[in-house]
């Protein structure tokens, strides 16, 4: 079982920046696809962005690509997600997500792990 821990979320005005971390338990870091989904408000879960186990590569939704960036520190078991020029259709709760032995975290059902979830809003 792998435990997933985010933090970073919060209230942000629209165009300001957000950094969003994932803190994963287990020895086993490397093996594991990370990945970011969000969910607003009586909308379903979907994908945000990926990075794959060894970290060269990175998937990203259309809507976000060229303002967010996916990271991983394999030293800290951690996944790092930079949000900026952020909008007002960002605002939803963020999730962390895994799956170990796997490159491509792209649907809900690639997932193994969630994590809690962070809130993050942005206000126009």
């Known amino acids: 079982q792998v435990q997933l821990v985010e933090s970073g979320g919060g209230l942000v005005q629209a165009g300001g920046s957000l950094r969003l971390s994932c803190a994963a338990s287990g020895r086993t870091f490397s093996t594991y696809a990370m990945g970011w989904f969000r969910q607003a408000p009586e909308k379903e879960r979907e994908f945000v962005a990926s990075i794959s186990q060894d970290g060269g590569r990175t998937y990203y939704t259309d809507s976000v690509k060229g303002r967010f960036t996916i990271s991983r520190d394999g030293a800290k078991n951690a996944v790092y997600l930079q949000m900026n020029s952020l909008k007002p259709e960002d605002t939803a709760v963020y999730y962390c997500?895994?799956?170990?032995?796997?490159?491509?975290?792209?649907?809900?059902?690639?997932?193994?792990?969630w994590g809690q979830g962070t809130q993050v809003t942005v206000s126009s």
């Open positions: 997500a895994a799956r170990n032995f796997y490159n491509e975290i792209r649907s809900l059902k690639d997932v193994f792990w």
